[in-house]
């Protein structure tokens, strides 16, 4: 999508170095999403001695679902807050429990206390990364916009790796787990202070009714020659916006219902897939299989990262739609295999049992 000067002339499009900062800052969010998503892995063993529930499936079950489930009230609240004060606000809001959340984990006494604290972190959690897609999608140039979206996946990435090893001392050096969790007080911290100097959004201002504040940001993130060009654009997307307004209860039938259907069950067959469940336990998995947890861990770090590049370079050129085709796809063949492999074992073990020998012969007899 090239942008017109104002008196209709082809400018081209506009440097994507201006707003890149600002979609670095975003990536934070992503960043601590994907760190709190792993900083349990390493740690829960050491963590779980300490503060007395070793052994307890349920307890260590809890200290992962209670983050999820913050997670899922603050994403109840996100667009609503990044509505009601704005995107730069609602980062803040952001990190805020994500602070006080870390805190509490790294100091927490018994099982109730990292509870709380994993409660706070996931309504953060739940906060963020929807506020980052809408923040990134709203001050990229059309252009790159693809590319940039794929920043707040790779920012998770990068957090889970962050993670994984930073974690890896916490076998071997005692209380190393709170050192975790304060290790991300810090990423919170920046993200608070820098976003109080960062752009706002612009489509936030102009629906705010605050056309010159959004030029001004657009001059920012574009520059001078290109405000005018995407002023007319925000223009007339508000325009169609407001025409096309639709109640909640219209997204579950008519022409909406397909598009909902199809993206909602993106997410959910997302999560079936299991990927969390490796975020959480590869570390328990791992050291049961026999396998040295710390190599395999940073195995499994570099492949989530891979994929994750090749869709920044590739989003825009390739387009959504393949890279979700080729996704699946690939997910699909991995279970095939996997059920093919684990039918063989069934059967190889079952031939190799000299009871079941008897037992085939005699029938065959």
């Given at each position: 999508v090239r942008l017109l000067s104002g008196v209709g002339k082809d400018i081209g499009n506009p440097s994507w170095k201006r707003s890149f900062p600002y979609i670095l800052l975003a990536a934070l969010s992503s960043f601590l999403f994907g760190y709190?998503?792993?900083?349990?892995?390493?740690t829960l063993e050491s963590m779980s001695h300490d503060l007395g529930f070793h052994g307890d499936t349920m307890a260590e079950g809890l200290v992962v679902s209670t983050c999820l489930g913050g997670a899922f009230v603050g994403s109840l609240f996100s667009g609503s807050i990044a509505d009601a004060v704005g995107r730069r606000r609602a980062f803040q809001?952001?990190?805020?429990?994500?602070?006080?959340?870390?805190?509490?984990?790294?100091?927490?006494?018994?099982?109730?206390?990292?509870?709380?604290?994993?409660?706070?972190?996931?309504?953060?959690?739940?906060?963020?990364?929807?506020?980052?897609?809408?923040?990134?999608?709203?001050?990229?140039?059309?252009?790159?916009?693809?590319?940039?979206?794929?920043?707040?996946?790779?920012?998770?990435?990068?957090?889970?790796?962050?993670?994984?090893?930073?974690?890896?001392?916490?076998?071997?050096?005692?209380?190393w787990w709170r050192m975790c969790f304060w290790a991300s007080v810090a990423p919170a911290a920046l993200l608070t202070l820098f976003m109080e100097f960062s752009v706002e959004s612009p489509h936030w201002l102009f629906k705010?009714?605050?056309?010159?504040?959004?030029?001004?940001?657009?001059?920012?993130?574009?520059?001078?020659?290109?405000?005018?060009?995407?002023?007319?654009?925000?223009?007339?997307?508000?325009?169609?916006?407001?025409?096309?307004?639709?109640?909640?209860?219209?997204?579950?039938?008519?022409?909406?219902?397909?598009?909902?259907?199809?993206?909602?069950?993106?997410?959910?067959?997302?999560?079936?897939?299991?990927?969390?469940?490796?975020?959480?336990?590869?570390?328990?998995?791992?050291?049961?299989?026999?396998?040295?947890?710390?190599?395999?861990?940073?195995?499994?770090?570099?492949?989530?990262?891979?994929?994750?590049?090749?869709?920044?370079?590739?989003?825009?050129?390739?387009?959504?739609?393949?890279?979700?085709?080729?996704?699946?796809?690939?997910?699909?063949k991995k279970k095939r295999f996997d059920l093919s492999f684990n039918v063989w074992c069934m059967l190889a073990a079952y031939i190799s049992n000299p009871n079941m020998i008897i037992f085939s012969s005699c029938l065959w007899h």
């Open positions: 709190h998503l792993g900083v349990v892995n390493e809001l952001c990190a805020l429990p994500l602070i006080i959340g870390s805190s509490m984990s790294a100091t927490a006494k018994n099982l109730w206390g990292m509870l709380l604290g994993r409660l706070f972190v996931g309504t953060g959690m739940g906060i963020g990364p929807p506020v980052a897609a809408l923040y990134v999608a709203e001050v990229s140039p059309a252009y790159v916009r693809g590319t940039y979206g794929s920043c707040s996946q790779l920012a998770t990435c990068l957090g889970l790796m962050g993670a994984l090893f930073i974690g890896f001392p916490a076998k071997q050096i005692e209380g705010r009714g605050r056309g010159a504040d959004a030029e001004a940001e657009f001059e920012k993130l574009l520059g001078g020659p290109y405000v005018k060009g995407a002023m007319a654009e925000l223009s007339k997307s508000q325009r169609g916006d407001e025409a096309d307004t639709v109640k909640l209860s219209e997204l579950f039938y008519g022409r909406h219902r397909k598009v909902v259907f199809m993206g909602s069950s993106l997410f959910a067959l997302q999560q079936l897939s299991g990927i969390n469940a490796v975020f959480y336990f590869s570390s328990t998995v791992f050291k049961s299989a026999g396998v040295p947890s710390e190599s395999a861990n940073i195995c499994v770090g570099i492949a989530n990262l891979l994929g994750s590049l090749f869709a920044l370079v590739s989003m825009d050129k390739l387009g959504r739609k393949a890279l979700l085709i080729a996704s699946f796809s690939g997910m699909v």
